[in-house]
T-cell receptor
Framework: GNSVTQMEGPVTLSEEAFLTINCTYTATGYPSLFWYVQYPGEGLQLLLK?????DKGSNKGFEATYRKETTSFHLEKGSVQVSDSAVYFCALSDFGNEKLTFGTGTRLTIIP | SQTIHQWPATLVQPVGSPLSLECTVE??????LYWYRQAAGRGLQLLFYSVGIGQISSEVPQNLSASRPQDRQFILSSKKLLLSDSGFYLC?????????????FGPGTRLTVL
């Protein structure tokens, strides 16, 4: 079956630090990949997505590249801000499956 | 544009009382609809999903149920709440079919069972 494995949290960084949150996946088909962000007390928002190998999704300074050879979709940002503090979820969607498979989430805290 | 609504935003209920949470989507037709629960500090647990009116798939056996009486309405219910039902309940929708389609989430309902 499908699965998503995310970097264990929580992650705490100083403002302007470089961020990487690791995500690897297992899928029976050729999935689409997503990163969602959840700010405190809110629902999930789509942050970025990629639908085929070597695609790079980007939004708000965040980037992730779909790596089929390593089955990975790591989230990166060059300089984080306090406002980036949130929980980040990696997810995949596989053909013929009406559901998304989510990772367990990584809580990120940025300190000034 | 599409929007998704959930209500109530917060709810405090005694153990053994009934529950009804409502989710509605505007601006799209025949969406897939989903109910998730998020316990404090935990990940997402898919509870139910629906690909059409009256079609409900249950992911986890429990004392909750779901119904879809209209195309863009999804209801989560319980006859008797348990303490373990406390959590943050999220509704989501997705365009039916297609591997590339992401889910869009509502603002959530925070349920506390005392």
């Amino acid at each position: 079956g499908n699965s998503v494995t995310q970097m264990e949290g929580p992650v705490t960084l100083s403002e302007e630090a470089f961020l990487t949150i690791n995500c690897t996946y297992t899928a029976t088909g050729y999935p689409s990949l997503f990163w969602y962000v959840q700010y405190p007390g809110e629902g999930l928002q789509l942050l970025l997505k990629a639908t085929k190998a070597d695609d790079k999704g980007s939004n708000k300074g965040f980037e992730a590249t779909y790596r089929k050879e390593t089955t990975s979709f790591h989230l990166e940002k060059g300089s984080v801000q306090v406002s980036d503090s949130a929980v980040y979820f990696c997810a995949l969607s596989d053909f013929g499956n009406e559901k998304l498979t989510f990772g367990t989430g990584t809580r990120l805290t940025i300190i000034p | 544009s599409q929007t998704i609504h959930q209500w109530p935003a917060t709810l405090v209920q005694p153990v053994g009382s009934p529950l009804s949470l409502e989710c509605t989507v505007e601006g799209t037709s025949n969406p897939n609809l989903y109910w998730y629960r998020q316990a404090a500090g935990r990940g997402l647990q898919l509870l139910f999903y629906s690909v059409g009116i009256g079609q409900i798939s249950s992911e986890v056996p429990q004392n909750l149920s779901a119904s879809r009486p209209q195309d863009r309405q999804f209801i989560l219910s319980s006859k008797k709440l348990l303490l373990s039902d406390s959590g943050f309940y999220l509704c989501a929708w997705r365009t039916g079919g297609g591997v590339y389609n992401e889910q869009f989430f509502g603002p959530g309902t925070r349920l506390t069972v005392l």
